[in-house]
């Protein structure tokens, strides 16, 4: 397994950035480490998401951004592993992770953005691969736009409890269900 994105690889990105996700990001990381969603994400200050690209959630009549928590010990990523210095959700961590530090020019080239905190500039081996998840994170975050701007314009007064039903299990907070309940997942598996 590859403990860095490079040689001399220090880890930073995971240890002083917020992680802002998505809905699907998180339904992936829910599939692989069968944990309740409450034990990693929070809601994080509007401040904190500098680059605009993640939409602000009104929950409780609050603007907020959803992201991972930080670890409680450490300011780093709930799921990065300081002593191991690699992702502790490796398979499933979010599309931003994966694609960071590139993102791509107006031409859709692939380029190494500025001011991150990698010690080094790098290009990753399979340059096309890291294409197709720029533009499927793209893609992931206009759909979760979509879905918090609903949120946002009819539910803005519930409870991050609600929120999460509604993102990630299609749940109407008026009390019509589309899908199964975050109450329902619980009792089948899901780790609290």
Same mark, same amino acid.
């Given at each position: 397994?590859?403990?860095?994105?490079?040689?001399?690889?220090?880890?930073?990105?995971?240890?002083?950035?917020?992680?802002?996700?998505?809905? @699907?990001? !998180?339904?992936?990381?829910m599939?692989?480490?069968?944990?309740?969603?409450?034990?990693?994400?929070?809601?994080?200050?509007?401040?904190?998401?500098?680059q605009g690209?993640? +939409?602000? !959630?009104?929950?409780?009549?609050?603007?907020?951004?959803?992201?991972?928590?930080?670890?409680?010990?450490?300011l780093?990523?709930?799921?990065?592993?300081? @002593?191991?210095?690699m992702?502790?959700?490796?398979?499933?961590? +979010?599309?931003?992770?994966?694609?960071?530090?590139?993102?791509?020019?107006?031409?859709?080239? =692939?380029?190494?953005? @500025?001011?991150t %905190?990698?010690? !080094?500039?790098?290009?990753?081996?399979?340059?096309?691969?890291?294409?197709?998840? &720029?533009?499927? =994170?793209r893609?992931?975050?206009?759909?979760?736009?979509?879905?918090? =701007?609903?949120?946002?314009?009819?539910?803005?007064?519930? #409870?991050? #409890?609600?929120? =999460?039903?509604? &993102? %990630?299990?299609?749940?109407? +907070?008026?009390?019509?269900?589309?899908k199964?309940?975050?109450?329902?997942? %619980?009792? @089948?598996?899901?780790? &609290?």
């Amino acid at each position: 397994m590859v403990k860095h994105c490079v040689e001399g690889c220090t880890g930073h990105c995971c240890m002083f950035y917020s992680v802002f996700v998505t809905d @699907n990001d !998180v339904k992936r990381m829910m599939k692989e480490t069968k944990l309740h969603p409450k034990r990693f994400l929070e809601l994080h200050s509007p401040s904190a998401e500098r680059q605009g690209f993640y +939409p602000k !959630v009104c929950v409780s009549s609050e603007w907020k951004v959803l992201g991972l928590k930080h670890n409680k010990y450490e300011l780093s990523c709930y799921f990065f592993m300081k @002593n191991a210095g690699m992702c502790g959700v490796n398979k499933s961590k +979010p599309l931003v992770c994966r694609t960071y530090p590139f993102s791509t020019d107006k031409e859709e080239q =692939l380029m190494h953005m @500025n001011g991150t %905190l990698c010690p !080094v500039k790098w290009m990753p081996e399979n340059k096309k691969q890291t294409l197709k998840l &720029i533009k499927q =994170l793209r893609k992931e975050k206009d759909e979760y736009s979509k879905k918090v =701007l609903k949120w946002n314009q009819n539910y803005y007064w519930h #409870d991050f #409890d609600t929120f =999460l039903d509604y &993102i %990630l299990f299609d749940k109407n +907070p008026n009390g019509y269900k589309t899908k199964k309940s975050l109450r329902h997942k %619980l009792r @089948n598996g899901l780790r &609290i």
